[in-house]
């Protein structure tokens, strides 16, 4: 049984957003297809972790922090594409980002853990 939470909202939010992002990457003409790939890969892997276990190594932590690579990749190696992919591919880092350290236990936000 899952439990609502707002961990659990942030998450579902940072997976969906990585997703769209790779998608619109996926279908438009972008020299960065490899890594859009990855990230709609990552994006979907993380997602069904949250709701479907996964062998002892492979969880959500390991998702994101694989998901988090891709997307900091994808604002470095920017390539020829408009501001509104920069937004999401940011709105999706910082929400990955905040999965990241509260999996971690190195941020405490009271009530979203």
Do not use: C, K, Q, Y
Request: overall charge positive.
């Amino acid at each position: 049984m899952i439990t609502l939470s707002w961990l659990l909202i942030v998450t579902v939010l940072a997976a969906a957003l990585s997703m769209f992002d790779g998608i619109r990457r996926v279908r438009g003409n972008r020299s960065n297809s490899i890594l859009a790939i990855a990230e709609l890969v990552f994006a979907v892997l993380m997602l069904i972790s949250i709701f479907i276990a996964f062998p002892a190594p492979l969880g959500t932590f390991v998702f994101a922090v694989a998901l988090e690579v891709v997307l900091i990749l994808l604002l470095v190696l920017r390539g020829t594409r408009g501001s509104g992919f920069t937004a999401l591919t940011l709105i999706a880092l910082i929400l990955n980002t905040v999965v990241v350290l509260i999996a971690a236990g190195w941020l405490s936000i009271p009530g979203l853990g």
